[in-house]
């Protein structure tokens, strides 16, 4: 463990041992673990030997369950879309990490999907909501209405498609192709 002072910290993240330090203002002792609870940058006090946290506020902006993201898809892999996270409803700042987002088949929409290329392909742009944030890390589910594709593109001749009565079916009006996706009801076209 190498906390120092200055360290940009979040909430739970073990920043010492009971054994080094005190915890102070903001920082809790955890079965021995010396954690931080709230957002912000470590201050080590290594006369009086005692940890605090002095909290970030108007700092880099964290994620949490229930925010809705805007994103792309990046990568298709087996059971799970890969989403690169842009912005987040809730702010227009921009966001303390580069998230690392993933949506799980079971999450895309109530009810069964065969196979997720049935709902998103490579480079589409989506709402999602978050699920589950561990770090830099989010699991994300398209299951509300408005969640899902904004934005998509065909597979064969690249126009941007649009909607068409059935909310799993987009149409390029171009080439006359039909595609699947999980059509948020927000979507743009
Ligand atoms: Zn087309």
């Not at 993240?13 to 080094?20: L, N, P, T, Y």
């Not at 912005?87 to 088949?105: D, G």
């Not at 059935?166 to 999980?182: F, M, T």
Request: overall charge positive; glycine content about 8%.
């Amino acid at each position: 463990m190498n906390v120092k002072s200055g360290d940009f910290v979040m909430p739970g993240d073990v920043i010492g041992v009971s054994e080094q330090f005190l915890p102070d203002k903001l920082a809790y002792d955890d079965g021995g673990y010396i954690k931080a609870a709230v957002l912000g940058t470590v201050s080590i006090d290594d006369f009086a030997k005692t940890i605090s946290i002095i909290p970030k506020s108007g700092g880099p902006n964290v994620l949490e369950v229930g925010d809705k993201v805007y994103g792309q898809i990046t990568d298709l892999r087996g059971q799970r879309a890969l989403v690169h996270v842009q912005s987040a409803q809730k702010t227009s700042r921009e966001l303390a990490f580069s998230y690392m987002a993933a949506i799980h088949i079971s999450q895309v929409k109530k009810g069964y999907l065969e196979k997720i290329t049935d709902a998103f392909r490579i480079g589409d742009i989506i709402q999602a909501t978050v699920t589950k944030v561990s770090k830099d890390n989010l699991d994300l589910s398209t299951k509300n209405p408005s969640d899902g594709v904004l934005k998509a593109i065909c597979t064969r001749c690249r126009a941007y498609m649009v909607k068409t009565n059935n909310p799993n079916e987009l149409y390029c009006e171009i080439c006359g192709r039909k595609e699947k996706r999980k059509v948020s009801d927000q979507y743009r076209c």
